[in-house]
Structures are given as C-alpha cells and as structure tokens.
C-alpha cells in the first residue's frame, strides 16, 4: 500500500490534528500504511559506554570501545573504533550520517569526571571518534541517551551536573556542526533520566529524582522551540535509568533497575512498556523483557499490578536492565545489560539472595507489535564473562 505521507503531504505526526484520524488508527481507516521509521535512523547500529563491573560490584570499569552490527541481523558486534577516552553514561544522537557523543561520564576504579565534551563517529566509516564542540556545562545522563534528535538538531537534558546533583536543563545543538551546544530549556522536575525522539519532539522517561518512588514522569520538548520548557505528556510505571526507543508514532521503555516501590533495594520490573507519540499519553504494557530466574527473590519486590504468572512462579523472575537500546525504524534491540539471577548472596546488601550477572545477549522487539522480547541468537561480542555487569552505555542507528 502506498505511503501516506507521500499520497497527502502529511507527515505522521501531523495526521490527527489534520484529519482527527489517530496516527496508531490511519491504516485501519483510510487503507494506506503509515510510515513510521524516521530517515536518520538506519540499518547499522552502535553501542558505546557500557561499563564493567566486578562480581562483588567493589570495581567498575568504563571502557572506550565503539561496537556496531547490522540491525535485524544474525551476526555478533564487530569492533568500530574508540571513544577518546574511557566513559559511560555519554548521551548518543543521530542524524546526517554521524552519531554524537554528548556528555561524557570517565569512571574507572571509583574515580570519575564528569565533562562537557562532545564526540562525533560517520556511522559509515569505522574509526575513532573526532572531536566536536562543547556542552555549555559539564553533566552526564544514566544509560546515555538523555534526549533525542529529528536528525538535524539534537536535544538533551541534563542528568546530573558535575558536583553530581541532579539538573533540569535542556541544551541544544546542530548535529552536522563542530559547532558548541546552546542553552535550552527546562524539564518539569529535575531528574536523571534517559530519553528517545521523533521528528517533531524529544520524550524524557521517568527517572531518578532523589526520592522514592521514583518519578513517573514522562516530558516532552519540542526541536522547533528548544529553548522552551518542556511539558508532561504522560505517565508510566515509577522507575530508573530505563532505556527507550522507537519509531515515529510508537516510544519503547525497556525494564528498569530501582522501581522505587520502596525507598530503598534493587530490583527490575519485568516488563517493557510503550506509548503514543504522536498525542499526550501514559504508557501500556508492551510484553515482558529479557527474564531470567532468581531461586530467592523476594515476591514483594515486585511492583503492583504485575500478574500472578509472573510473581508467584518457582523460581522468581527479574526481567534483564539497563544496556542501550537501538532503533531502526521497525524492532529496537537490547544489547547487554544486568539482571539477577542464582540462588546464592551477592554480598552488596541487596534484598534478594540472588546474584548480578552481566548479559550479553541482543533481545529484541518488534515497535508495532505487542509482545515479549525475543532473543537473536547473537551477543555482544568479544567482551570477557568475569565481571557482573556489563550496561549503562548508549547507542545510535544510521548509514
């Protein structure tokens, strides 16, 4: 069927204010399909930043290393390049053939600085990063992506300052420039937290705002008037450091870690959830994430409503989180991350008697589809199996 915005004029994002026709709804309605990849998200994928951590959790590793595959592949990650120096927690853009690198958090062995450098890589072209311009301030986002692009400008809003507190502020900059980022806006509350973005606006998911729960918050920003604050656009579960994507009409939040139904204690809710982009809403379920068993976990961790299959199995569930996730316009894919897993204490004080494991292995989901994460068959490769955890990088897509 032919392509709806090529037939009208119409992008998706526009179609229900146009037509009072929901952009989920449009193919139902009218018989023609809605196009919901965006052109600078494409087939080759890279992943960044993820950091290591031992078995007992007492050192973390940052790591400069730059992975890429083909999306929708069968294939295990290949060496691109390196990041200038060792980081986690860098936000990660796309648009014009390059992948941005802003924000930029060293850790290595409980030493960390937090910069304002921005890194740049032509997706195309494996190689190390080169230096773009700077970030007005020196911050940091959890699990990278802490705001989105429509390709052409990016957007992100602050995690955490370099004094480690938490920061509302937005910054914005032109992607296909060395050019240093501008002042922008503000979020509705002040919060680390990861984001995605569609052509018209950027979403900010929940996120760590100093308290228990966690914040629920979605937020919203738009390209057009970056310097705007943002708006709440809807809820979803209380959580942290949740990694999202998408497409053009549908938003992607994969399981968090530290849910925040209680003030303190680490666990992960089990299931991926999504929302409207195209107008105000909180999220759905989606299906379940990456579960692995947890011979001891505790039933009350669980959040509220999770379903009985789920909560009152032998053994227990947690879902695999943190890790970035991809998008090429049609399935995200889940690269690495941590879960819990085993019956033994990991001697860090966490409630359950279960272990943290590091995952390698690249889950997937199909964005207009409902349903739980698939596995590829295929991981992240040549990275060793020593450490517990191997997550909080970011990713990007392009060609």
Not at 118 to 124: D, E, G, K, L, R
Request: some cysteine; proline content about 2%.
């Amino acid at each position: 069927m032919a392509d709806i915005e090529t037939l009208m004029g119409v992008s998706a994002t526009d179609i229900e204010k146009v037509m009072g026709v929901s952009a989920g709804d449009i193919e139902s309605v009218m018989g023609v399909d809605l196009v919901t990849s965006n052109a600078w998200q494409g087939t080759r994928a890279l992943g960044y930043g993820q950091a290591h951590e031992s078995p007992e959790g007492s050192t973390q590793t940052a790591t400069d290393r730059i992975l890429y595959k083909t999306m929708a592949s069968g294939s295990t990650t290949s060496d691109f390049g390196n990041l200038e120096e060792l980081s986690n927690f860098a936000s990660g853009l796309q648009g014009g053939g390059r992948c941005m690198f802003a924000g930029i958090y060293e850790k290595t062995n409980g030493s960390f600085a937090i910069t304002n450098r921005m890194q740049y890589i032509t997706v195309a072209s494996t190689g190390n990063t080169t230096d773009a311009g700077d970030l007005t301030k020196a911050v940091a986002n959890p699990i990278g992506n802490g705001g989105g692009s429509n390709g052409t400008t990016g957007l992100i809003v602050h995690g955490y300052n370099s004094s480690w507190g938490l920061s509302n502020e937005a910054e914005y900059f032109t992607i296909s420039s060395t050019g240093n980022a501008s002042a922008g806006g503000d979020r509705t509350v002040s919060r680390a937290s990861n984001g995605m973005g569609n052509s018209t606006r950027i979403f900010l998911i929940m996120g760590y705002d100093g308290s228990a729960p966690r914040s629920n918050i979605i937020d919203a920003m738009t390209y057009a008037s970056p310097t705007s604050d943002a708006s709440d656009w809807g809820d979803a579960f209380t959580g942290n450091n949740c990694p999202a994507e998408g497409d053009e009409s549908r938003g992607i939040i994969f399981p968090s870690y530290t849910d925040g139904t209680t003030a303190s204690g680490e666990f992960s809710n089990v299931y991926i959830h999504y929302f409207s982009l195209a107008s105000a809403s909180n999220a759905s379920e989606f299906g379940y994430g990456s579960l692995k068993d947890c011979d001891d976990a505790d039933e009350s961790w669980y959040p509220s409503g999770i379903d009985s299959t789920v909560s009152s199995s032998t053994p227990h569930k947690f879902a695999k989180h943190d890790g970035p996730v991809m998008s090429d316009g049609t399935r995200c894919e889940q690269w690495s991350g941590e879960t819990y897993t085993g019956s033994s204490n990991d001697g860090s004080g966490h409630k359950n008697a279960c272990v943290k494991l590091g995952d390698k292995d690249i889950f997937y989901i199909t964005i207009q589809s409902t349903g739980n994460a698939a596995d590829s068959g295929y991981d992240v490769g040549d990275h060793g199996d020593t450490f517990s955890r191997f997550s909080d990088g970011a990713g990007c897509t392009g060609t």
